[in-house]
């Protein structure tokens, strides 16, 4: 810890030590080298939420590296949280990008598996998960806290990450997602993100279980928020999109909206998510992924009512 007692220093660290209810965006990197494009997409978050995830090859999709885009990020006054997944790189690769991350002044990260390459634009590539996301947590944790490598060999200045980590409430088998999340804090983990949420009295059994086990004592937990576009969306991710739990009543209600209220409707319900996690014992703030719906966020941060952000010197 650095001598104001934090880990990292980051802004979101301070968000959520001081008692407030974070608010983290999301921004995926463009599909080139086209840093006007990223800007335009960041810009609207400016502000608005405490900290920006970037993205690593999402859905196995070639992208900007995640580094680069964070750096960017760094240089131009909004803090990311930038993302690392295992299946691209081997344990040499990843200590190298956290001590270069670190360097450009990024103090945020989240550690990842990532999408299998099978579901991506180049799915003849092969994969990599020379360690897990689990291992991934505890390796940073290593070099941040303790200034050594895994070999036993010092690093000359340690990477002071805020460590973060993904959880999927509703992914098979249920019952073993609590303990899966309770590895990751184990591990090392200081905050979590989830994947975003449609079923809410599930996720109210998740948090109580989380609640009941300390969990929520040793780390922080942001619930994952996407708004819907529409019912055609909320289908899509029913039927194909790996552990999303999207109810019937949701996509009836999405449908009951009429032609060309449903992304309305769709915001709308985002924030009476965000409004009842503001109330619900053990979650410490949301995790918004309005994807390639930057534009909206400001709209939704001002109906949830999440703004002014916290401030600090």
Same mark, same amino acid.
């Given at each position: 810890?650095?001598?104001?007692?934090?880990?990292?220093?980051?802004?979101?660290?301070?968000?959520?030590?001081?008692?407030?209810?974070?608010?983290?965006?999301?921004? !995926?990197?463009?599909?080139?080298?086209?840093?006007?494009? =990223?800007?335009?997409?960041?810009?609207?978050?400016?502000?608005?939420?405490?900290?920006?995830?970037?993205?690593?090859?999402?859905?196995?999709?070639?992208?900007?590296?995640?580094?680069?885009?964070?750096?960017?990020?760094?240089?131009?006054?909004?803090?990311?949280?930038?993302?690392?997944?295992?299946?691209?790189?081997?344990? =040499?690769?990843?200590?190298?990008?956290?001590?270069?991350?670190?360097?450009? !002044?990024?103090?945020?990260?989240?550690?990842?598996?990532?999408?299998?390459?099978?579901?991506?634009?180049?799915?003849?590539?092969?994969?990599?998960?020379?360690?897990?996301?689990?291992?991934?947590?505890?390796?940073?944790?290593?070099?941040?806290?303790?200034?050594?490598?895994?070999?036993?060999?010092?690093?000359?200045?340690?990477?002071?990450?805020?460590?973060?980590?993904?959880?999927?409430?509703?992914?098979?088998?249920?019952?073993? #997602?609590?303990?899966?999340?309770?590895?990751? &804090?184990?591990?090392?983990?200081?905050?979590?993100?989830?994947?975003?949420?449609?079923?809410?009295? #599930?996720?109210?059994?998740?948090?109580?279980?989380?609640?009941?086990?300390?969990?929520?004592?040793?780390?922080? &937990?942001?619930?994952?928020?996407?708004?819907?576009?529409?019912? #055609?969306?909320?289908?899509?991710?029913?039927?194909?999109?790996?552990?999303?739990?999207?109810?019937?009543?949701? &996509?009836? #209600?999405?449908?009951?909206?009429?032609?060309?209220?449903?992304?309305?409707?769709?915001?709308?319900?985002?924030?009476?998510?965000?409004?009842?996690?503001?109330?619900?014992?053990?979650?410490?703030?949301?995790?918004?992924?309005? &994807?390639?719906?930057?534009?909206?966020?400001?709209?939704?941060?001002?109906?949830?009512?999440?703004?002014?952000?916290?401030?600090?010197?």
């Amino acid at each position: 810890m650095n001598e104001n007692g934090l880990k990292s220093g980051s802004n979101l660290e301070k968000v959520l030590v001081a008692g407030h209810f974070a608010f983290t965006g999301e921004c !995926g990197p463009p599909k080139g080298a086209n840093v006007e494009h =990223l800007k335009e997409k960041y810009e609207h978050l400016r502000g608005m939420v405490d900290s920006v995830n970037i993205t690593d090859n999402q859905t196995a999709v070639v992208r900007m590296s995640s580094v680069a885009a964070s750096a960017i990020m760094v240089g131009d006054g909004i803090e990311p949280n930038y993302q690392m997944v295992c299946r691209d790189r081997n344990r =040499l690769a990843m200590m190298a990008d956290i001590l270069g991350a670190y360097s450009l !002044g990024i103090k945020n990260m989240l550690c990842l598996s990532g999408d299998h390459q099978h579901f991506g634009n180049h799915p003849q590539s092969k994969n990599v998960y020379d360690i897990d996301s689990i291992q991934l947590i505890a390796m940073t944790k290593l070099m941040r806290d303790e200034g050594k490598f895994p070999n036993g060999e010092d690093v000359d200045v340690p990477p002071k990450m805020f460590i973060g980590a993904a959880s999927n409430p509703f992914g098979d088998p249920y019952e073993f #997602r609590v303990h899966r999340l309770a590895n990751k &804090i184990d591990a090392g983990t200081d905050f979590i993100q989830t994947q975003c949420i449609y079923n809410m009295p #599930r996720f109210r059994e998740f948090m109580k279980m989380a609640v009941d086990m300390g969990l929520t004592e040793k780390c922080y &937990i942001l619930a994952g928020v996407t708004p819907m576009k529409s019912a #055609r969306m909320a289908k899509y991710m029913a039927k194909f999109v790996p552990g999303m739990d999207v109810p019937e009543e949701l &996509i009836t #209600r999405l449908e009951g909206a009429g032609k060309g209220k449903q992304a309305a409707e769709g915001i709308k319900f985002a924030v009476e998510q965000i409004e009842e996690f503001k109330e619900m014992e053990g979650v410490a703030g949301v995790h918004l992924m309005a &994807i390639e719906w930057e534009h909206k966020v400001p709209e939704i941060a001002e109906m949830a009512k999440v703004l002014p952000r916290p401030t600090f010197d």
